[in-house]
């Protein structure tokens, strides 16, 4: 009769279970520990979890399925008020300059009601000449976060009017009678009720939100989602351009 106290070998050894197959005789003393795990065990292992067979070959498993990411639905066009925290103001260029470095920039000093000018930076030589530049009464982005172009400090962007081809750009014209620093309201929303948001804050740029909003209507005036933008003189516009961009 087998025993397994005669058997040579450690309990659960290859040899001893060879010799308990062959006489019939399997009992819980000789099973190895592995064996008498399910024949798919899983086991916390690097971090992860593992399959193991009934041989302890281990089997990597399937990696989860990835569902495919639908697409963000596009953010429609914030209200008045949140227009409002953009700060649009009218200015003069009562300075300008090419800048040393770039050939399609300006360099602009612009008056919108405070102390000193402000420095503003724009791509516009391929458009306007400097003598066309000097003087004119424009429309700004006052509360865009202090950049470096070129090595030069902007604070600021002169709004335009572009076509699709970006190869005809107007600078947007206030009313006559405006005058110089005063705040751009919508037609049905006065913004000088609301203060503007302040632009150095990290990610508090209120522009960006708005300006996929912005562009001329078919009368050439600047219009934020169809309102036309005014001041106390009337509305603001392109010289030609209609149904084009505004930034």
């Not at 001893?16 to 086991?43: C, F, Q, W, Y």
């Not at 000449?129 to 950049?147: C, H, P, Q």
């Not at 962007?157 to 750009?169: G, I, P, Q, R, T």
């Amino acid at each position: 009769k087998f025993s397994a106290r005669g058997t040579v070998g450690s309990r659960g050894s290859p040899m001893l279970l060879m010799a308990a197959s062959r006489r019939g005789v399997m009992s819980r003393r000789v099973l190895s520990p592995m064996l008498m795990r399910t024949p798919r065990t899983l086991s916390r292992q690097r971090g992860g979890w593992a399959a193991f067979s009934s041989e302890g070959d281990a089997a990597a498993a399937p990696p989860a399925e990835k569902k495919p990411e639908e697409p963000a639905e596009p953010a429609g066009p914030p209200p008045a008020e949140e227009f409002a925290k953009t700060e649009l103001r009218v200015g003069q260029i009562v300075e300008v300059w090419p800048h040393p470095e770039a050939d399609k920039l300006w360099c602009e000093k612009i008056d919108i009601g405070e102390e000193e000018p402000r420095q503003i930076l724009s791509g516009l030589r391929e458009f306007y000449s400097e003598e066309e530049m000097k003087d004119k009464k424009v429309v700004i982005v006052a509360n865009l976060k202090r950049s470096k172009l070129r090595g030069m400090d902007s604070s600021g962007m002169v709004l335009c009017a572009s076509n699709e081809a970006h190869d005809k750009v107007e600078l947007l014209s206030p009313p006559e009678g405006t005058e110089i620093g005063e705040r751009v309201s919508l037609e049905n929303f006065d913004c000088s009720e609301v203060a503007p948001a302040n632009a150095k804050k990290k990610g508090n740029s209120a522009w960006r939100a708005v300006a996929p909003f912005m562009k001329t209507n078919s009368d050439g005036v600047a219009t934020y989602d169809g309102t036309p933008l005014v001041t106390k003189a009337g509305p603001i516009k392109a010289p030609s351009l209609k149904d084009c961009h505004v930034g």
